[in-house]
């Protein structure tokens, strides 16, 4: 399984991004789906989640500016995130959970909020 994530960038506060996370090879019995991040010096955490069912869960610091997605037919996941501030600067990590098989993590993609 390969993960491929994209999209961060450099951005002004209020500013948004759109994350993708391509995800290809035996991708079946996947049953969550997320995106974490990691600031300097902090622990990862999580950021948002989709289940398979379309279940969501948000970190309650990004409730309300982001949004997780998913398109089955393309097998990526998206966050889309909105009225960004400095203190959402970090790497964004997408990440999947398959039933009997693990967590799968992709490589990163860094997002810089401008004060």
């Known amino acids: 399984v390969q993960l491929q994530a994209s999209g961060g960038g450099l951005v002004q506060a209020g500013g948004s991004l759109r994350l993708s996370c391509a995800i290809s090879g035996n991708i079946f019995s996947i049953n969550r789906m997320g995106w974490y991040r990691q600031a300097p010096g902090k622990q990862r955490e999580l950021v948002a989640s989709?289940?398979?069912?379309?279940?969501?869960t948000y970190a309650d610091s990004v409730k309300g500016r982001f949004t997780i997605s998913r398109d089955n037919a393309e097998n990526t996941v998206y966050l889309q995130m909105n009225s960004l501030k400095p203190e959402d600067t970090a790497v964004y990590y997408c990440?999947?959970?398959?039933?009997?098989?693990?967590?799968?993590w992709g490589q990163g993609t860094l997002v810089t909020v401008s004060s």
């Open positions: 989709i289940t398979t069912g379309g279940s969501t």
């Open positions: 990440n999947i959970e398959r039933l009997g098989y693990g967590v799968y």
